[in-house]
């Protein structure tokens, strides 16, 4: 980087947000709009500031009278201490002068970036956290500070936390597929492997591409068997492959293969073929779905990773939804319901054994939505205009 504009032998180690001038740490001023050159700072809060330094010099001045007057009271004028020296604020004097210019503008959004990159660089993870999570408090949700925050406690071993605050991420922006695969990998860590199994599926349904899916497909085999749903794993690849066109490494592809034959997925896979296309009216695509005695309207929804019911129709279906509640995205809304397993039907297309999640509030004259745990059960699995499910 060029030098300073002001010190000509001092490196800069940033630019001014006003006016573009390089500057030293010396002559980097943080104000509420940025980094500022002192001409640009003192133009734009010269007078604010003079009005706030003669207020500080007058009571700095009352305070030295007041302690010159009480040393002549009581004799000791000629025997004070040396002052002290000042002490730095922190001994990283980056981290220092971004302390001092947050002091002046603590909900700047690029100056707490700023900070909790100086100190993330250091390996300071659990100043990280503090100071993020006091700008939250302050200052109200930062979603991309968030992304920090997820990094430092997962550096500090501390998974559980990381969950939260990756769910803020995912409520702020359920349509990125790394989101879920992020909260699948510490659920995982933190003892919840049904619901990182839920978060992992619905990485796959939103990544629509093998290189968006590579990330979830190289980590979920690690939570299915803990879930105690190995053949999850199985349909994952299988759906990565074949439908998204993603390439698996030798070791994943002999996991997989070892998988299936030790949990028997074939007698778990779906069986049978259907064609659903999408409806002339309004170019959804839906489906008479069967679940135990009871027959109900689905709309087909790839991006869904989790099948979805609603709660009444499950009630008629007799499906008990006892397992942990999970999140996943149906007809692009964030829903939470508890899961549960039931043999679904379309037509001649049957899965016996499919991931449901229970929820409330779906719009009139739909039962359900059909996601990935349904679809990805069938291979091949071509998704387009319509969906064939088995097709030759």
């Keep these: 980087m060029a030098s300073c504009y002001a010190h000509a032998m001092v490196a800069a180690t940033g630019t001014c947000d006003a006016c573009g001038k390089p500057l030293c740490m010396r002559c980097t001023k943080g104000t509420l709009d940025g980094f500022m050159c002192p001409p640009c700072a003192h133009k734009r809060y010269g007078r604010a500031k003079l009005m706030t330094g003669l207020k500080v010099g007058g009571i700095a001045a009352l305070m030295v009278a007041l302690a010159v007057g009480g040393l002549m009271i009581v004799g000791k004028g000629s025997t004070r201490a040396a002052p002290k020296a000042p002490v730095a604020r922190d001994p990283d004097p980056l981290v220092a002068a971004l302390l001092e210019s947050r002091d002046q503008a603590p909900c700047d959004r690029a100056l707490i970036r700023k900070l909790v990159d100086a100190l993330a660089r250091g390996d300071r993870y659990a100043e990280v956290v ?15 500070l968030e992304w920090s925050v997820v990094y430092a406690l997962q550096q500090l071993g501390r998974y559980a936390e990381a969950v ?4 803020v991420i995912i409520e702020d922006n359920p349509f990125d597929s790394d989101f879920w695969w992020w909260r699948g990998e510490d ?35 690690d939570v299915v068997e803990p879930a105690g749903r ?7 690849m299988r759906f990565f492959e074949g439908t998204l066109r993603g390439t698996l490494s030798d070791a994943l592809a002999s996991r997989r293969d070892g998988l ?37 309207t689905f709309i087909v929804d790839p991006g869904a990773g989790t099948t979805v019911l609603a709660r009444a129709f499950a009630e008629r279906a007799g499906v008990v939804a006892g397992g942990p509640a999970v999140q996943g995205l ?36 739909v039962d359900g939505y059909l996601g990935l745990s349904f679809l990805w059960a069938f291979a091949p699995l071509e998704l387009g205009d319509g969906i064939a499910l088995g097709a030759p």
């Design 230 to 236: 190995p053949c999850e794993g199985v349909w994952a």
């Design 187 to 221: 659920r995982g860590r933190s003892g919840q492997p049904a619901e990182a199994v839920a978060d992992y599926r619905q990485s796959f349904a939103a990544a629509r591409r093998g290189r968006a899916g590579r990330f979830a497909a190289a980590r979920i085999l």
């Design 260 to 296: 299936a034959h030790a949990a028997q997925c074939d007698a778990l896979a779906g069986r049978g073929r259907a064609v659903l296309l999408p409806s002339t009216a309004d170019a959804t695509v839906r489906a008479e779905v069967t679940v135990g005695s009871a027959r109900g």
């Design 330 to 365: 149906a007809n692009n809304v964030v829903r939470t319901g508890p899961l549960a397993t039931a043999a679904l039907a379309v037509g001649e297309a049957q899965a016996p054994a499919v991931e449901v999640m229970v929820v409330d509030g779906l719009p009139d004259g």
């Design 164 to 167: 939260k605050h990756e769910t």
């Design 130 to 144: 503090d100071h993020a999570s006091g700008f939250f408090a302050k200052c109200g949700p930062f979603p991309r």
